[in-house]
């Protein structure tokens, strides 16, 4: 390199692409990078997504500033999901980008960045990836994520997902155990399982899930963590996971099913796998099997197709579900997606009007949900300083919700703690300190 090896990570999107980031630095640091800032940086990386509009379109104002940063010499690299799927077309639309790499081609990204000190590369062959002894550069001393599989076979008509990230492949259940184990050995207190659909761990080699084993399994192994894992499919989340989520101490009481759509109609055109009816009935066994589970989802406004009555069956469901929280978003064409050819287009100020109405539905049930917890005593895992407010910690339940309360002596960061609830406010709960959970000198961890 012409300068010193440094580098700036700059990401978009998904929390895969957060752990993918995390790699990219462990990979770096141990060939000799050190992080720093874009300016300063002999490379600037970034990693991009293309599952919504919205991320593309920052990624590439943002690659478009950092022109005059290539002018004084700087490396500019581009990889993750958008670098997938344009390819060459980046290189076209953007010629001072030196190197394109693929999702399956951070293992090799120190060996990228000096070969394209040579001249302009593009990266993107599929290969199998094997994460067994990759370093990762950990945000947070004390939450970790685990990638459990990569890919997705599930080919939802809206998604470019299993076109950038390629098939499914869950990684050994003995791999998954001894990462886990290294990580609650360097003192994590929470580890995330991410996939694209975790339901279906191990399917493809043994013809059903065995991810509710691996749930089983690492709550043996290390009952005093918790353990959650994102996301879910409702095809594949069946009573065997709800049970390992009940019977198993370690695993939070948290699911984040994504529901995509109401109607059987959108639901089938999207290609979900399932019917209203089917995850109706799973979120009663759901709420029967885990109590106080806590439900998140995901739902799309306005695919290609959808009428009024497609859209009041969506809002039935989500109160029939009351989840305690959700992500509501538009659909948006994306290239190459077989949603993106379908007719009956929804026009935007349509697709806004049924965002508000239904956000309006989901904010007040998750104002409900929140409220639900007043007066309870919660255990909560300390995430840091309340970004709002330095004056409060800001923590998280083992359902996911977020709490705040005030800020002592004493640095709580990454500790377990036992919160009384006093008030909810419409995103978050609020409460009094009653107890550190697990040190030394401090009661056990129940
Ligand atoms: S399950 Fe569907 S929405 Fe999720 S990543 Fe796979 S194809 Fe995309």
Not at 313 to 323: D, G, K, S
Not at 366 to 387: F, N, P, W, Y
Request: aromatic share 8%; hydrophobic share 35%.
């Amino acid at each position: 390199m012409s300068k010193d090896r440094t580098y700036a990570l700059i990401t978009y999107g998904c929390q895969m692409n957060l752990h993918d980031a995390e790699r990219i630095g462990g990979i770096l640091r141990a060939s000799g990078w050190l992080e720093t800032s874009p300016e300063e940086a002999a490379a600037v990386i970034l990693l991009t997504c293309c599952v919504r509009e919205s991320a593309e379109e920052r990624f590439y104002g943002r690659l478009f500033s950092l022109r005059p940063l290539k002018e004084k010499g700087t490396l500019i690299a581009v990889g993750g999901c958008l670098a997938q799927k344009e390819g060459l077309r980046l290189l076209e639309r953007a010629p001072f980008v030196d190197l394109v790499f693929g999702t399956r081609q951070y293992p090799r990204i120190a060996h990228l960045l000096e070969e394209a000190e040579k001249g302009p590369l593009c990266a993107l062959e599929m290969v199998s990836l094997d994460y067994t002894d990759l370093p990762a550069e950990r945000r947070e001393r004390f939450r970790a994520w685990v990638t459990i599989t990569h890919g997705c076979d599930n080919f939802c008509s809206y998604c470019i997902v299993p076109f950038v990230r390629g098939r499914e492949a869950s990684r050994p259940i003995s791999e998954v155990v001894e990462e886990v184990g290294r990580l609650v050995d360097d003192g994590v207190k929470e580890v995330n399982l991410l996939g694209q659909n975790v339901n279906s761990y191990r399917r493809r080699e043994e013809g059903k899930s065995r991810f509710a084993d691996l749930l089983r399994l690492l709550g043996r192994e290390y009952p005093g963590i918790w353990i959650r894992f994102t996301t879910s499919h409702p095809r594949d989340f069946d009573r065997d996971i709800m049970s390992a989520i009940a019977d198993t101490e370690a695993v939070c009481e948290h699911v984040h099913l994504p529901l995509q759509a109401g109607s059987d109609r959108i639901l089938s055109a999207m290609r979900r796998g399932y019917r209203s009816d089917e995850y109706l009935s799973k979120v009663a066994d759901l709420r029967r099997i885990v109590k106080g589970v806590v439900l998140t989802t995901d739902i799309m406004v306005g695919f290609p197709g959808e009428t009024e009555d497609d859209f009041r069956r969506t809002l039935e469901m989500v109160q029939r579900c009351r989840f305690d929280a959700a992500f509501t978003f538009m659909y948006n064409d994306r290239p190459g997606t077989a949603a993106a050819r379908l007719p009956g287009k929804v026009p935007a100020q349509v697709k806004l009007e049924r965002l508000e109405r239904l956000a309006t539905l989901t904010r007040s049930l998750t104002s409900a949900s929140l409220a639900d917890r007043v007066g309870r005593v919660e255990k909560v895992l300390v995430e840091g300083l309340s970004r709002k407010d330095p004056g409060r910690w800001r923590a998280r339940t083992r359902g996911n919700q977020l709490v705040h309360f005030p800020k002592g002596e004493e640095d709580l960061t990454g500790e377990f703690v036992e919160v009384s609830i006093t008030s909810a406010g419409s995103w978050s709960l609020y409460g009094q300190n009653v107890g550190l959970i697990g040190r030394r000198g401090d009661r056990d961890l129940p």
